[in-house]
């Protein structure tokens, strides 16, 4: 395999001295207003002289104060040209890219760019003591063509809005500005107003788009400018990423273990061939739930899990699982909200304590319909099933009788294996003794309760444990972590290093909470924190492919401690269809109470846990580029929060199994 040619979505920049005129007498005053965003802070300075002003000049290693000065003139440069601008929450310049009118609906389609400079030291890619412009696509946005005044209702709705050629939050609209040239970005709610489905634009290679969309912006717009006479963006491209800024995954590290300690890097090639790794123990046992209309659904998907269908051979050849039914548990319904029937019926059975049970929904609707009230029907049931201690797959009616269903029932089996006890495929690692806890939340708004996420793992992938709970703050958060830790701790007593897979940035205080729960616990481990984010602004290209995504395993260092992971099935220059997906590189942040106390060794052992934790993924037979500490923590918050009472039931099911893939 030839050598990458990996670049990133920077480009090089020269920042020249630039004087402004601010209120303030003395540099230190303008400063401090330079850090203002508020409205305020725009009034109190400017590039050009006002009444009352006095010149200030700033240089270029006034950084925070330049950054400031940079997003501005880039600001007033792209609205001169005629796109729409906005700033972001992380001072991103945001700019929208007319494209067309939507042929479908009542909108107008834009594409969207993200700018952001860089300063010499913020990462150890920004080569030299240049700046650097990172450039970025952030897909396309919708905006309503009909404007606030004719259509009031999108003043609840919307929460960003155009103004003119800006973009901002609707409540930064002043009072005097007429509702008339205020139309709305169209975002969930708008989008639930309207009636509108989700626009999901599907490309096969999001990875060479994000390349030519972020390219082409710089040739058409930047290339060789200076803007505001001090902001010089070089010809030169995109930045080349240095050999010895480069890390690899170890070799082999994604190779997974199967039946009879049999291994493989394919998931569905090691399970068709050699089994699960571990087949589910005990007593189970199946019944079906589906619509009196839809037996016909509910009888082919029983022979296609008992037969096989094309090239899958059956639930039993497939993952060692006898469909094993209990008839006088079918549950049939008449209504289209069958939660109360459903209810009604399970609550009038009797379930042996010794057995585990698995409800075989036939769904009339996706889980993610864009009707709210259909949507949440998927949720209600899990939980209906979960407080019976009982574990569901919900398979969508309208797929089992597709040409292309075989496609389905490997993912299908693999649920279904797992969430009854089952390991499909385990990691072929040494076992280490660690513990890997994903730590996540989801707060529905900035005032709403945090609801809490712990997923815990044997560090060669074996599931221990994982529980949600609501908390009123990240420290709150913390507290609930020690609960799980002690509970998991108490039952591994041979844990020799803890390792949280976190899902922001921890401060000082967070991870001294960390830290204080190992000492009330008692476990003297050492402690290693990553927060563990994909990331879609700062992405690694490899130019000289042309699917532009670098292979599997590459490791961008951007400064000690930051790193980016490309996670995918790019294992060499030609691989045709054995590239499932092209997801964006995930960017993983190690710390620690000292970070001088981690040693390459370590550094090398996380990004490792990480890229392999990304093969664990049971609720499909393809690799995904987060690890599924950070995909399980989320998608336990995304369905525990559409509960009524936002909780799980306390049942063992709902706690000690795998009941949500």
Partial sequence: ???????????????????????????????????????QSEKAWAFAPFENSTPLVVRPDQTPIMKRLICRSLRDFFAELGLIVSEDFIGRIVILKFIQNSAQRETQVYKKYALRPFAPGDQHACKGQSWHLNISYMGETEVTTATLATMPALRTSASRVIAGQTMRKIERLTPDEALHNVRAVVSYDVRKLLGYAPNYVRVANKYSRQYDESYEFYKNYLFGKTVHDFVTVFESGFQSINEGQVRKATKDSNLLLFGNNHTNFNPYNGLKEYGPYQPVSGDYRFFFVFHKEDAAYANRLYSCLTKGLKGFPGLYRFVGLQLALEREKTITFVNDNPVNEIQEAISGYTFDQNTRYMAIYISRVKKDDVDEEKRLIYYRLKKVFLESNVSSQVVYRDNISLDNFNYFLPNISIAILAKLGGIPWRLSRPVRH??????????E??????????????????????DSHQVASVGDLISFFQSILASVAHSQPEIKRLVVHFYKQMNHEEEGAVSAALQLLNLRIPYIVATINEEDAL?????????????????IVLKRGDYLLCNNTRYADVTGSRIEDFPFPVRIKISRTSLADL?????????DQVYQFSRMYWVSVKQKGKPVTVLYSE???????????????????ATKSLWFL
């Avoid at 020269?14 to 207003?33: H, M």
């Avoid at 040693?599 to 990004?607: A, G, K, L, P, Y």
Wanted: with cysteine; hydrophobic share 40%.
């Fill in 539 to 555: 992405i690694p290209f490899d130019a000289g492919y042309s699917g532009k995504m670098p292979t599997r395993g590459t490791c």
């Fill in 1 to 39: 395999m030839k050598q990458q040619d990996l670049v990133l979505n920077l480009v090089p920049t020269e920042i020249g001295n630039k004087t402004i005129y601010t209120r303030s007498t003395d540099a230190v005053g303008g400063a401090q207003l330079l850090g203002l965003t508020s409205a």
């Fill in 445 to 466: 708004t900035p005032t709403s309760l945090i609801l809490g996420t712990t997923v815990a793992f044997k560090n060669d992938g074996t599931f221990l444990k994982f």
């Fill in 599 to 607: 040693s390459d060794e370590d550094v090398q052992q996380i990004i």
């Fill in 635 to 653: 998608r336990v918050a995304a369905i525990s929060a559409a509960f009524e009472n936002r909780q799980l039931p306390r049942t063992d099911t």
């Fill in 434 to 443: 660690d513990l890997i806890v994903g730590l996540g939340a989801f707060r």
